[in-house]
């Protein structure tokens, strides 16, 4: 199998030069251009929903840091964090990453986009699809950890892995899946 090469891994590995600014066990920061930074996970993860939440926030304490030190360093009035989760969100880079931009007043960048106000309707059945969504991952996460607490019996040899085909998705198909990590895996770049 042809391993798909990563830029981000390739500055991990030293591979690859980069400006770094902080870099301990779990993550790595370096200077993409003057008014940029961006935060990785030294283990590779395409999308956030991968990263484990220990992870994630070892880095998001890391950025936090960082982002304070160069607040200062550089004189900045403002920032934003920015995710790019998933190609249709703008992601170019198959690793997931937070990217810090530094502001000041009047530079030109403009993240405003238009916006529509919702109804009330349209509020309430968003409000209820996340909410359906977040007890169903408390009870997903409840019954993993039932079957973690419960003595595992001994397992047969696994039989032999068949080779994995890549399956395509239909944008209809992917609307109708429920779990929305499982959507997002299939759209992973």
């Known amino acids: 199998m042809v391993e798909k090469m990563c830029e981000y891994c390739d ?3 030293q591979k690859k030069t980069a400006h770094v600014l902080y870099e301990d066990e779990q993550s790595l920061i370096f200077i993409k251009n003057p008014k940029q930074i961006i935060s990785i996970p030294k283990q590779h993860y395409i999308i956030m929903e991968q990263v484990p939440e220990e992870v994630l926030a070892h880095l998001f304490n890391a950025t936090s840091k960082i982002s304070s030190i160069l607040f ?5 009035e403002g920032s934003n964090f920015i995710i790019h989760n998933g190609v249709a969100a703008g992601q170019t880079t198959d690793h997931f990453s ?3 931009i530094f502001r000041a007043s009047n530079d030109g960048f403009n993240f405003a986009w238009p916006t529509t106000k919702p109804s009330q309707d349209e509020l309430l059945k ?3 699809q996340i909410v359906n969504g977040l007890m169903q991952l408390n009870e997903k996460k409840e019954e993993e950890k039932k079957n973690e607490d419960k003595p595992k019996e001994p397992q047969e ?10 399956k395509r998705y239909s944008r209809e198909h992917v609307a109708e899946i429920e779990d929305y990590r499982i959507r997002q895996l299939i759209r992973m770049p």
Do not use: D, F, M, S
């Open 11 to 13: 500055i991990i590995a």
């Open 72 to 76: 200062e360093a550089l004189g900045a």
């Open 98 to 100: 937070v990217n810090t």
């Open 126 to 128: 968003n409000q209820e």
């Open 157 to 166: 040899q696994e039989p032999e892995k068949k080779e994995r085909k890549e």
